[in-house]
């Protein structure tokens, strides 16, 4: 704790601070909400949630250490040597509270805000005085113990120190904010208890009513006549979604603990129960409240859907279980193979060898054959076109099938592995030739021209073009690629794969051969080098080899 323990102030008795009401019911509830949320965290994320938490907490413990540091390297800490008077009045305020252990009493300065805080960082806390607030009842400083004894309710009542755990059960719509507006209530209470009298503690709101001057013409009974008014639908549902109560309602209360208002309008409870709580931090919780609500929504229809799929452990073995729900929830079990024989296959044996793991035969995309691998790398001779650098190091092109065009091909969409491996988890949502690739038919030849967006050769067992290439961009991974005419990029050339066998200089001689020219606004390599094609004239030549690895070296491309 970052308190002090000096001796109590002879002659200050503690009071007894009774919390609001509703205040005690309130924590209760969203503490047992809070408790379901993470058990429902952590069973649907199979734990999973708890490296992410452990990871935002650290980043929130970062952002929290700022404001620590301003305070301490920007404001004042208040001491029997730092603003006495000022002092003496907060050690006034811990012994009236009935607090041994003093938290560090910081003035700092607010550019005019007026207002006071409490904050606890490493199981540190701290109180903190604006200075506008110290400014604005310096001809009242008694007030000022009204702030102290606010900020010192929140810590004795443990407010901050159960944030942590608490606040999953915050995000509720009416629960969350009703339990903040009576954290404040109470809080007033304790600020009450620290004045010398009613006036202090309401002229000590007044400031925050009217400002550091106009506090001292307020008519108090006239203002809070203003609660009655607190019923409308306007009034009622901004307060209903707040973490703060009216101030005018917070006066009639440090007078009334009993103190009655309006009824609040039907259609402002019935707004606030589906809007998110918006007091301080509104926007991150509404965001949180609004994705926890459609997780919900997903297990309730997940869990409908479960009852006819097929979800035993077994199944789950071997699987990320994050994937592995998602597919049994959104696609079910998996559909059985057409057990009827192809009347029309003239090699069932071919056509048996180039099946999936699920069974179900392998089709070829408009425009393509399929191929048994070592068919197609055996009658166009495939390895011939191999670099003079792959056959040298004694590497074989191998794949259990291929996808043979007979002409050019024009593909309006990215040709990437990774692309079509993440769409989905029985590959529906990708194209044939996507559907194709994804079961194993993983060397791609075209006898003629290819057009398409994007292409990413990574995860190919190989991707020859007997015509010309032309994409928008060309990410190069660790394949080899053969294009017997020109290569055209319209936007870039990416050669960004690690060269796995230790020679960065080669790898790209290795991989990359090109009977044409090469043609691309922009090439950016690192690993390995291209400077052994040919680049048109017009065309960016190589930039440079990123000096991302102790095997490559040139300059670093910006």
């Not at 199979?46 to 390297?73: C, E, V």
């Not at 004042?76 to 040597?81: G, K, L, Q």
């Amino acid at each position: 704790m970052s308190t002090s323990q000096e001796p109590p102030l002879g002659g200050v008795q503690v009071a007894q601070v009774l919390a609001y009401r509703h205040e005690a019911p309130l924590f209760w509830i969203s503490a047992y909400m809070a408790v379901n949320m993470w058990l429902v965290m952590l069973v649907f994320s199979f734990g999973l949630i708890i490296p992410i938490l452990l990871f935002l907490a650290l980043l929130g413990m970062f952002a929290h250490s700022m404001l620590i540091a301003w305070l301490k390297g920007n404001s004042v800490r208040v001491t029997a040597e730092q603003f006495p008077q000022l002092y003496e009045h907060y050690l006034y305020c811990c012994t009236r509270l009935g607090m041994a252990r003093r938290p560090e009493l910081y003035l700092a300065q607010s550019d005019g805000i007026l207002n006071a805080m409490a904050t606890r960082f490493m199981r540190r806390d701290y109180v903190v005085l604006l200075s506008a607030v110290v400014d604005a009842l310096e001809d009242r400083p008694q007030a000022i113990k009204f702030y102290m004894g606010h900020e010192l309710g929140h810590i004795k009542r443990k407010h901050l120190s159960r944030h942590w755990w608490l606040w999953p059960g915050m995000m509720f719509p009416l629960l969350s904010p009703a339990y903040a507006r009576a954290r404040e209530y109470t809080c007033d209470r304790h600020g009450f208890a620290c004045c010398d009298n009613l006036e202090d503690a309401k002229r000590a709101l007044a400031v925050l009513v009217t400002g550091p001057d106009a506090w001292k013409n307020l008519n108090i009974e006239a203002f809070e006549r203003q609660a009655q008014e607190s019923g409308g639908f306007w009034m009622a549902v901004n307060e209903l979604t707040a973490d703060y109560p009216w101030l005018c309602k917070r006066m009639m209360v440090l007078e009334n603990r009993n103190a009655v208002f309006p009824r609040r309008s039907f259609f402002a409870w019935m707004i606030a129960a589906v809007s998110p709580r918006m007091g301080y931090g509104g926007a991150v919780v509404g965001f949180l409240y609004w994705l926890l609500l459609g997780v919900f929504i997903l297990v309730l229809v997940g869990a409908l859907l479960l009852s006819k799929a097929d979800f035993s452990m077994p199944a789950l073995f071997g699987k990320n279980p994050v994937a592995a729900i998602i597919e049994r929830v959104l696609i079910g079990p998996h559909a059985p193979a057409d057990s009827h024989p192809d009347e029309d296959c003239t090699d069932c044996s071919e056509k048996q060898t180039s099946a999936t793991s699920d069974s179900e035969p392998l089709q070829a995309p408009p425009g393509f054959t399929l191929v048994p691998g070592k068919k197609a790398i055996a009658e166009l001779k495939l390895n011939d076109y191999l670099s003079a650098d792959w056959k040298a190091n004694n590497h074989e092109l191998s794949s259990d099938n291929a996808l043979v065009s007979d002409g050019d091909i024009t593909i309006d969409e990215n040709i990437s592995m990774w692309t079509f491996a993440d769409r989905d988890v029985h590959h529906k949502a990708n194209s044939p030739l996507g559907q194709s690739l994804l079961k194993d038919a993983r060397l791609l030849i075209v006898r003629g021209d290819l057009n398409c967006k994007n292409l990413n050769t990574s995860a190919f067992d190989g991707i020859f073009v007997f015509g010309n290439l032309r994409c928008d961009v060309v990410s190069i991974g660790m394949a080899p690629l053969y294009v017997q005419g020109n290569f055209i990029a319209s936007s870039a050339i990416i050669a960004n794969a690690e060269d796995d066998e230790g020679d960065a200089q080669s790898t790209g001689k290795q991989l990359v051969r090109v009977d044409g020219m090469v043609a691309s606004p922009v090439v950016k390599t690192w690993y390995f080098r291209l400077s052994h094609l040919k680049f048109a004239s017009e065309s960016a030549k190589e930039i440079a080899v990123e000096k991302r690895d102790p095997r490559s070296d040139g300059a670093t491309y910006p």
